[in-house]
């Protein structure tokens, strides 16, 4: 009775738990997500191992540690074009790479890429620490739960730069993620809305400003970085999201199948009590 009761407890929590919206490898192809784990995986981890590349394979650890390591997600990537549209999703074009990780214990460590030419070859490209793109879709996520929207991020590149987009009920914000082993800048932890991140229009009048001001051949690999704006908010104030008018919220079936749970545990304790009693 008391395993029934445990599976009964487990059933309604189960039942109650946050429904996630977003699968991050939701886009990836089949034979991209083989080729990643067959052949790209084992090429980057012995690469990790090797003692000249200590800057990637340091932060995991040991060669052990880099074995037990798992194929995590993969997100599309899409590059800024840099274009003259005012909105930054405006000048997004769907690239056939798709971003990798190799994960720890859950969390991103290191990043590669696995990219399908036109003709549909497959090939594997870059090797850098996973722990800052980690930090961005945790800070990221949070955001949108709390401004109850769909966390769906979209991971831009521009030159060599990483950007995660998030679209807040059309209005667009920012992170901007180092390459290298510089940190994710420390604002973006400390924002307690998403109006405190950089906005879309910020990056594309950044990304405007250094392409009038670089010099030939010194553009490409450029870093562009901006930071948030703890405790100012930028923007108007949320608006509510629109949701469709046959929309049915996950809560009219949660609710029913929890009480029916509940009413189950309460029928069988008391039908233990009554045995008991007799």
């Not at 060669?63 to 005012?86: F, H, K």
């Not at 490209?125 to 990221?140: D, F, K, R, T």
């Not at 704006?229 to 999201?241: K, N, Q, S, Y």
Request: proline share 5%.
């Amino acid at each position: 009775m008391k395993r029934i009761i445990s599976l009964m407890v487990a059933a309604v929590l189960t039942l109650l738990s946050p429904i996630s919206s977003f699968a991050l490898d939701a886009e990836v192809p089949e034979e991209v997500s083989s080729f990643a784990e067959l052949t790209a995986m084992p090429y980057v981890k012995n690469f990790m191992k090797n003692p000249e590349n200590r800057a990637i394979g340091s932060i995991v650890g040991s060669a052990e540690d880099v074995d037990e390591l798992t194929l995590g997600s993969g997100m599309r990537v899409y590059q800024i074009d840099g274009s003259d549209a005012a909105k930054l999703s405006d000048q997004l074009t769907p690239l056939d790479d798709w971003c990798f990780s190799l994960d720890a214990q859950g969390r991103k460590t290191a990043l590669f890429e696995v990219h399908r030419s036109e003709t549909g070859r497959l090939s594997h490209s870059g090797v850098q620490n996973g722990e800052n793109l980690e930090n961005a879709l945790e800070i990221m996520e949070r955001l949108a739960k709390s401004a109850g929207v769909a966390f769906e991020p979209k991971l831009c590149r521009f030159t060599e730069n990483f950007v995660l987009l998030q679209s807040f009920g059309g209005d667009e914000r920012v992170i901007t993620i180092p390459t290298d082993v510089q940190e994710l800048d420390r604002s973006y932890s400390e924002a307690a809305e998403y109006r405190e991140l950089p906005t879309g229009e910020e990056l594309v009048s950044a990304i405007n400003e250094q392409m009038n001001n670089a010099q030939p051949d010194s553009y490409g690999g450029a870093e562009l970085l901006l930071a948030a704006h703890p405790g100012v908010l930028t923007g108007d104030a949320p608006a509510a999201i629109p949701q469709p008018d046959n929309a049915v919220s996950p809560l009219v079936f949660i609710i029913p199948a929890a009480a029916v749970v509940i009413a189950a545990l309460i029928a069988a304790i008391v039908v233990k009590k009554k045995k008991a009693i007799r």
